[in-house]
Every structure is written in C-alpha cells, then in structure tokens.
Nanobody
Framework: VQLQASGGGLVQAGGSLRLSCVAS????????LGWFRQASGKGREFVAA????????RAADSVKGRFTISRDNAKNTVYLQMNSLKPEDTAVYYC????????????????WGQGTLVTVSS
C-alpha cells in the first residue's frame, strides 16, 4: 500500500485548506483511514479517522467543528477539510491506513504517506 498526501501550503489564520491522500491499493475500502500531524519538535498526534464505509468518523477535540474527514472509495482518496485554521495547526500532516476501527494510536496504522506541510500564519 502506498499513500500520497497533497494539498498543504501556507495560509493565514482563519483560512481553509483541503488535504488529499490517494492510496494505491486494490482493496481501499477494507481500510480505516486516518490523519495525524506532527509539529516541529513534538510527537505525532491524532487528528481524525474515518471508517471503511465513511459512515463513522472520529476527530481530536482540538479540531472538532473545524476539520472534516471524508473519503471517496471510488477514487481511493481520503480528504481532510480544514477550516478556521489557527497557527497551532501548523504541522506536517500524514495520512495513514489501518484495520483497527477509528484508532487514535499511530501503532494501529500499518501504512503511512510521506506527509504534507501546513503552515498557518498569524
């Protein structure tokens, strides 16, 4: 499984970005998909996850109401819509695929993308 994330960039506080992650895998809809982020000098933290069907999602408290995760199984793609961005959202964002239902733990995701940098200026 290979994951390719894109969509990062520089945005002002209050702005929006949409991240995408395309997976090269035959059975994309078998996997739970997640987004994590890692700010400079900090550990990788959970952002959001979505079930194989897209019917269930989970988000970190820090992004609830601002970020939305979605997926299009026909396109093997997961998205992270980020609104009302804050400087503290600045990080490298990683998409990941695993089999554990809506896990918030990195060790439950077997496959990882290369990351895309999001920078939010104040």
């Amino acid at each position: 499984v290979q994951l390719q994330a894109s969509g990062g960039g520089l945005v002002q506080a209050g702005g929006s970005l949409r991240l995408s992650c395309v997976a090269s895998v035959r059975s994309f809809d078998d996997y739970v998909l997640g987004w994590f982020r890692q700010a400079s000098g900090k550990g990788r933290e959970f952002v959001a996850a979505i079930s194989w069907s897209g019917g269930s999602t989970r988000a970190a408290d820090s992004v609830k109401g601002r970020f939305t995760i979605s997926r299009d199984n026909a396109k093997n793609t997961v998205y992270l819509q980020m609104n009302s961005l804050k400087p503290e959202d600045t990080a490298v964002y990683y998409c990941a695929a695993g089999l554990q239902h809506l896990s918030i733990y990195t060790y439950n995701y077997e496959y990882w993308g290369q990351g895309t940098l999001v920078t939010v200026s104040s």
